[in-house]
């Protein structure tokens, strides 16, 4: 065993910002090693993993599984055998049970063995996470000795709640606070974090360095852009957003206590890049971390199927997307025109499929039992359900996931098909306004997002982006004939489902009060298709599904 050099007055802390999978034990351990050997080469001390980095996260109730847990500590013991080299020590997170509990921790590796083990404490129950249900909460930590550093390791939710885990390890003597993390991207969460952060330093006095996991899980996306904080409350060290990388902070002891000095100061991406990366990492990590070779989607010539056609080609390659355009008599010959020119632009394959004779197949069937009826609504989910079942054929036929389409608009208020064009493995617009997949497509017309494998220029044709949209299952049909404009209605459903605002308060807002207690009954009734639809990026700060759990069967109505 190599006897590691006491830490004076400089620190070199090599931040790994990872994209885990969840239950890939071995596979997060190649990681974490390959990281570990890119530390060394820059003569780091020390690599700082993220929250539960050994099991991906979040694990949910695989931690329930003894074996999982079994398979995590024997990957963070072969991690904790490489440091016998006199190469970095590691902080890095897994799940852990003894005699006393189940416990989200994170162990301390240095000198060829787990030097230190310490747990969560406050453990967060709210929006996305759940994770009382399957954790113990830790003892309030000590500070750990690391070569002489005294570091406070609060994970995560012990820097975000009020139970004084900071503060404990600041009285206890340490110096420096090491923060995991596994924060799921939401808009304008940067800023949330940085205020977070700096408000622990004024509460301890003590720098913090927060480390934060990357890449897509299902519908939460982890983006990265880990940072550091000063005494001083200034910004010293900035990781870039949604990419993977390690980079190291350079740490000096100074009269006043450890200080990070000035180093690297990424970019961070606006309001739009910044959406529109995650739905397309969030897409790119789902079909490959699942082992699909690639997807197809239905392209109608609407914004909605054009801007995910967009996504799919940005996350994938133009190679791994196939485009469908499934035609009925409704279908306008802008739409048509629009479909082909957006799949050329993107440079997918793109086929052609009539659904007139399927269509008529089963209305010819159901003609007897539907005697004496008026066609309506039932004929016209005909043909979005016909739509549906060609792409899932398409989907057993080649592997391929289907991607689906709805924004969050529709998905509030039920105008979606059930087994229909609700069909489908993953849906990046999900949490996505009407009006926001608007800003989205007009901004990636102009712009190729860092990591996009799709091509430059408008690759949504300006006429999609112009055009009133509609689902064309009738003649002159348009989407404003039985909503309000789509300004008014996300504006009604932000304040119903994001900010839980009553009637009455958004009738203040100047709304139409007929029309918000419409609205407001449509979101309730569309609770049921919701639970069947597939999962998708979490965008908001309350997306259908994990943060918002509302019962089927509710009569209430806000009168």
Same mark, same amino acid.
């Given at each position: 065993?190599?006897?590691?050099?006491?830490?004076?007055?400089?620190?070199?802390?090599?931040?790994?910002?990872?994209?885990?999978?969840?239950?890939?034990?071995?596979?997060?351990?190649?990681?974490?090693?390959?990281?570990?050997?890119?530390?060394?080469?820059?003569?780091?001390?020390?690599?700082?993993?993220?929250?539960?980095?050994?099991?991906?996260?979040?694990?949910?109730?695989?931690?329930?599984?003894?074996?999982?847990?079994?398979?995590?500590?024997?990957?963070?013991?072969?991690?904790?055998?490489?440091?016998?080299?006199?190469?970095?020590?590691?902080?890095?997170?897994?799940?852990?049970?003894?005699?006393?509990?189940?416990?989200?921790?994170?162990?301390?590796?240095?000198?060829?063995?787990?030097?230190?083990?310490?747990?969560?404490?406050?453990?967060?129950?709210?929006?996305?996470?759940?994770?009382?249900?399957?954790?113990?909460?830790?003892?309030?930590?000590?500070?750990?000795?690391?070569?002489?550093?005294?570091?406070?390791?609060?994970?995560?939710?012990?820097?975000?709640?009020?139970?004084?885990?900071?503060?404990?390890?600041?009285?206890?003597?340490?110096?420096?606070?090491?923060?995991?993390?596994?924060?799921?991207?939401?808009?304008?969460?940067?800023?949330?974090?940085?205020?977070?952060?700096?408000?622990?330093?004024?509460?301890?006095?003590?720098?913090?360095?927060?480390?934060?996991?990357?890449?897509?899980?299902?519908?939460?996306?982890?983006?990265?852009?880990?940072?550091?904080?000063?005494?001083?409350?200034?910004?010293?060290?900035?990781?870039?957003?949604?990419?993977?990388?390690?980079?190291?902070?350079?740490?000096?002891?100074?009269?006043? %206590?450890?200080?990070?000095?000035?180093?690297?100061?990424?970019?961070?991406?606006?309001?739009?890049?910044?959406?529109?990366?995650?739905?397309?990492?969030?897409?790119?990590?789902?079909?490959?971390?699942?082992?699909?070779?690639?997807?197809?989607?239905?392209?109608?010539?609407?914004?909605?199927?054009?801007?995910?056609?967009?996504?799919?080609?940005?996350?994938?390659?133009?190679?791994?997307?196939?485009?469908?355009?499934?035609?009925?008599?409704?279908?306008?010959?802008?739409?048509?025109?629009?479909?082909?020119?957006?799949?050329?632009?993107?440079?997918?394959?793109?086929?052609?499929?009539?659904?007139?004779?399927?269509?008529?197949?089963?209305?010819?069937?159901?003609?007897?039992?539907?005697? %004496?009826?008026?066609?309506?609504?039932?004929?016209?989910?005909?043909?979005?359900?016909?739509?549906?079942?060609?792409?899932?054929?398409?989907?057993?036929?080649?592997?391929?996931?289907?991607?689906?389409?709805?924004?969050?608009?529709?998905?509030?208020?039920?105008?979606?098909?059930?087994?229909?064009?609700?069909? %489908?493995?993953?849906?990046?617009?999900?949490?996505?306004?009407?009006?926001?997949?608007?800003?989205?497509?007009?901004?990636?017309?102009?712009?190729? &997002?860092?990591?996009?494998?799709? &091509?430059?220029?408008?690759?949504?044709?300006?006429?999609?982006?112009?055009?009133?949209?509609?689902?064309?299952?009738?003649?002159?049909?348009?989407?404003?004939?039985?909503?309000? &404009?789509?300004?008014?209605?996300?504006?009604?459903?932000?304040?119903?489902?994001?900010?839980?605002?009553?009637?009455?308060?958004?009738?203040?807002?100047?709304?139409?009060? &007929?029309?918000?207690?419409?609205?407001?009954?449509?979101?309730?009734?569309?609770?049921?298709?919701?639970?069947?639809?597939?999962?998708?990026?979490?965008?908001?700060?309350?997306?259908?599904?994990?943060?918002?759990?509302?019962?089927?069967?509710?009569?209430?109505?806000?009168?």
């Amino acid at each position: 065993m190599t006897t590691q050099k006491t830490i004076t007055d400089t620190l070199r802390i090599a931040v790994a910002q990872l994209n885990p999978t969840v239950g890939d034990v071995a596979g997060n351990l190649a990681k974490a090693r390959e990281a570990r050997a890119d530390a060394a080469r820059h003569g780091a001390d020390l690599l700082l993993l993220t929250e539960l980095f050994i099991s991906g996260y979040p694990p949910e109730d695989l931690v329930l599984k003894p074996a999982f847990l079994r398979a995590c500590r024997k990957a963070v013991d072969q991690l904790a055998s490489d440091t016998a080299d006199g190469g970095p020590g590691v902080i890095i997170g897994f799940p852990r049970q003894d005699e006393t509990g189940r416990y989200n921790s994170i162990a301390v590796l240095d000198a060829g063995t787990v030097t230190a083990i310490r747990d969560k404490v406050d453990l967060p129950n709210y929006g996305e996470f759940d994770e009382k249900r399957v954790f113990d909460p830790g003892a309030m930590p000590g500070p750990v000795n690391f070569r002489g550093v005294r570091l406070g390791i609060p994970i995560c939710e012990d820097i975000w709640g009020d139970l004084g885990v900071c503060e404990t390890l600041a009285e206890s003597g340490a110096e420096i606070l090491l923060s995991p993390n596994g924060s799921p991207y939401y808009r304008d969460k940067i800023d949330i974090r940085h205020q977070i952060v700096i408000k622990q330093v004024i509460e301890t006095g003590l720098p913090l360095l927060y480390a934060n996991q990357m890449g897509g899980q299902d519908e939460l996306v982890f983006d990265g852009a880990s940072f550091a904080v000063n005494a001083d409350r200034l910004l010293a060290f900035q990781m870039s957003q949604f990419e993977e990388a390690v980079s190291i902070s350079e740490w000096k002891r100074e009269a006043g %206590g450890w200080v990070c000095q000035k180093g690297l100061m990424s970019r961070l991406p606006e309001k739009e890049e910044a959406d529109y990366r995650a739905c397309m990492i969030g897409l790119r990590d789902y079909v490959n971390k699942n082992g699909f070779k690639n997807v197809v989607l239905g392209l109608s010539g609407g914004i909605d199927s054009a801007i995910c056609a967009a996504l799919a080609v940005d996350a994938l390659g133009e190679e791994r997307l196939r485009t469908v355009m499934l035609p009925y008599r409704y279908t306008s010959k802008d739409s048509f025109k629009d479909a082909e020119d957006c799949a050329k632009a993107l440079g997918c394959h793109y086929d052609v499929v009539a659904i007139e004779e399927p269509v008529q197949g089963f209305l010819e069937a159901l003609s007897e039992t539907f005697e %004496g009826t008026e066609p309506g609504i039932t004929e016209e989910n005909l043909q979005s359900r016909t739509r549906g079942v060609i792409l899932m054929a398409l989907s057993n036929k080649f592997g391929s996931m289907v991607v689906t389409t709805g924004n969050k608009s529709e998905m509030s208020v039920g105008y979606a098909t059930l087994y229909g064009d609700m069909n %489908g493995g993953f849906n990046p617009i999900k949490d996505l306004y009407k009006m926001q997949v608007y800003a989205l497509s007009r901004w990636r017309n102009t712009t190729v &997002p860092p990591g996009a494998l799709g &091509p430059s220029g408008v690759v949504i044709p300006q006429n999609i982006i112009d055009k009133a949209p509609s689902a064309e299952l009738r003649p002159n049909q348009t989407d404003q004939d039985s909503l309000p &404009p789509y300004p008014v209605l996300d504006d009604i459903l932000e304040c119903l489902v994001e900010k839980e605002m009553s009637t009455e308060e958004i009738v203040a807002r100047g709304h139409d009060e &007929p029309t918000v207690h419409r609205i407001e009954h449509l979101l309730y009734i569309a609770e049921y298709k919701r639970r069947q639809s597939a999962p998708g990026v979490k965008i908001t700060r309350k997306n259908f599904g994990r943060d918002r759990r509302y019962p089927i069967t509710n009569r209430f109505r806000d009168r």
